[in-house]
């Protein structure tokens, strides 16, 4: 088999549940070897998508290959290919954790004589080692979380799907995911979904946020920082005699400057103004030149960093609108 | 194949990893010993032929228990997902779990061997009614099942998947003696999709090829389905 280098293509994509709208017109691709962070609120279509991906259900329309198989067309070849780790990771809780592996490997079609070797892969890898003979229904949310890991991976997969893989862990666990997704996607594909941001920013070399079905930012945490956040002046100005219009056109016209908006403060005399830049530079000198020569009297002034979150924020409480200004 | 016998493995093992499979033998051979052998006393004839009589009754009860598990369960835990995203298809999930309840209502029908061998102690048992007799018992408890199974698909509810197994297999059982309730030309078809005829001969001991067929049937009609309505999260 020749390496396929779009591990994952998804082309429009929709999935429609009766008149709902889960899914409308998610295109991506994700080449061998990403750690894809699949952000969104909840419900916005994010275990949809992954629904989808592991073939378990089918879209309303659009195409999707895996491993450059089309989910409509081999289903069972994709599946071979792929680790799933579902949301909660639903398990069999009246067997033993090895016995569940077991399982797993036999239906997975592993080899007698490789089962024993990658089983105990697994079990080191997820730390199952203690727990090995217990009842599932006896482990605790962690453990659980990291029996379903081990499902995932137990057929050593070239692409692992994993459904907020960190949800109800503490932190000390959170941290050991995070180290193994991170070692998993030097070599593998791995799409993680959540909506913890601080993970994405940890792991994930690329972020896809979607809102409403749609797909509304994708590039790595660092495109999206400086496209879609950039820096954040807030700019505090004795009320000039010219009015908020002549703040605007002062600020406007310095070089860097993306948007000006200004607005009286209330405060009585002061007027507040926001200015947008490049996240890459300070414009703070500027501001204060472009200022003084117009004779405008600065009371404050500071920077800030737009960072994911608020990136987030903004894409994904705007209803429907941030969705338009996407593509 | 391969993934058939895995699933079917596991299910069968979950029968006796909880108290189902324990509390379902167990019930079944206090009732059978009961309803059978009194009035067997009272009589003066060794047969197991009331055996054979009592037995599609008591499944009517004793299928749905072990098939409301099945598919409802998995489905309200999210498990069906894990199952059916590795490389299995719908159609192994079906006949694994299947397989799984007619082993299991195997054992239980083997568990009422010794009965056989009891009576035989009281007289001659002629053995080959007998044979036929179990043979018709595990065609009509493989239909019970089939149907079970579909009950389960239908919902995400075990309790749900019971009574609709139960009602199901009741009305199979007995449809066929209201018959006269019926405009007449419905009656020979009511007549030939009940169990109650294609019993008859089995009781007697004998097996007649078109009660096997019929059952068998029935059993390929009702897992086909329940894999329709397995498949059918893929399109809702």
């Known amino acids: 088999m020749t390496a396929i280098e779009t591990m994952i ?53 659009g195409e999707v290959r895996v491993a450059g198989l089309d989910i ?68 605790s949310k962690g453990f659980r979380q990291r029996v379903g890991l081990a499902q995932a991976m137990i057929h050593d997969p070239s692409i692992l799907i ?15 995911i995070r180290e193994l ?73 310095v070089e860097g400057v993306r948007g000006v908006d200004a607005a009286e403060s209330g405060r009585g005399g002061e007027v507040d103004v926001t200015v947008h830049g490049d996240a890459r530079e300070d414009l703070r000198a500027q501001i204060f030149k472009a200022a003084v020569d117009k004779g405008l009297v600065l009371l404050g002034l500071g920077r800030k960093q737009v960072d994911l979150e608020s990136i987030f924020r903004r894409l994904t409480t705007a209803d429907g609108a941030a969705g338009k200004e996407a593509h | 194949m391969r993934t058939t016998m895995a699933i079917c493995r596991r ?11 324990y509390f379902v033998i167990a019930i079944f051979l206090v009732m059978v010993g009961v309803l059978f052998f009194i009035p067997f006393f009272s009589q003066d004839r060794v047969s197991m032929r009331d055996f054979f009589g009592l037995a599609p009754f008591l499944f009517v009860f004793f299928a749905p228990a072990i098939t409301m598990r099945l598919v409802a369960e998995e489905r309200r835990s999210g498990t069906i997902e894990m199952l059916i995203t590795m490389p ?54 493989a239909a019970y099942l089939a149907l079970g199974l579909l009950a389960s698909s239908l919902t995400e509810n075990q309790i749900v998947a019971f009574v609709v197994a139960l009602f199901l297999s009741m009305l199979f059982l007995m449809v066929d003696k209201f018959t006269i309730f019926l405009p007449a030309f419905l009656s020979p078809w009511v007549e030939y999709l009940g ?42």
């Open chain 1, 162 to 176: 994993l459904d907020e893989p960190t949800s109800g862990l503490d932190p000390n666990q959170i941290a050991e």
């Open chain 1, 72 to 139: 409509s067309e081999d289903p069972l070849g994709i599946r071979r290919r792929l680790g799933y780790l579902q949301e909660t990771a639903p398990l069999y809780v009246d067997m033993r954790v090895r016995e569940y592996l077991d399982f797993v490997a036999d239906v997975r079609g592993i080899a007698v004589d490789a089962k024993d070797k990658a089983l105990a892969r697994v079990v080191e890898v997820c730390g199952l080692g203690d727990v090995r003979d217990k009842e599932i229904r006896t482990l």
């Open chain 2, 11 to 21: 299910e069968f093992k979950a029968y006796f990893n909880s108290p189902v499979a």
């Open chain 1, 9 to 61: 293509e998804v082309k429009n994509l929709t999935k429609r549940y009766g008149n709902v709208r889960a899914l409308d017109a998610v295109s991506f691709e994700v080449p061998r070897g990403q750690v894809l962070g699949f952000l969104g609120p909840n419900g916005a279509g994010k275990t949809t998508t992954m629904k989808i991906l592991t073939c378990f259900i089918a879209p309303t329309s």
């Open chain 1, 181 to 253: 997704v991170k070692s998993l996607g030097r070599e593998r594909t791995v799409i993680l979904s959540t909506h913890n941001l601080t993970e994405v920013q940890a792991t994930a070399g690329r972020v896809i946020i979607i809102h409403q079905g749609k797909l509304v930012a994708d590039g790595s945490p660092e495109e999206l920082e400086s496209s879609r956040g950039g820096a954040r002046y807030d700019v505090v100005l004795a009320a000039p005699g010219g009015g908020v219009a002549a703040v605007k056109e002062a600020f406007g016209r």
């Open chain 2, 88 to 141: 299995v298809r719908d159609v192994d999930v079906i006949l694994g779990k299947y397989m799984a309840s007619v082993g299991l209502l195997a054992v239980a029908l083997a568990l009422t061997l010794p009965y056989a061998f009891t009576i035989a102690a009281f007289g001659p048992l002629d053995f080959g009614p007998v044979w036929g007799g179990y043979l018709g018992l595990l065609l009509a408890g």
């Open chain 2, 195 to 236: 169990f109650g005829k294609h019993l008859d001969s089995a009781v007697r001991g004998l097996i007649d090829t078109r009660d096997v067929v019929f059952f068998l049937s029935f059993v390929v009609i009702c897992l086909f389905l329940a894999f329709r309505s397995l498949e059918s999260r893929r399109w809702r």
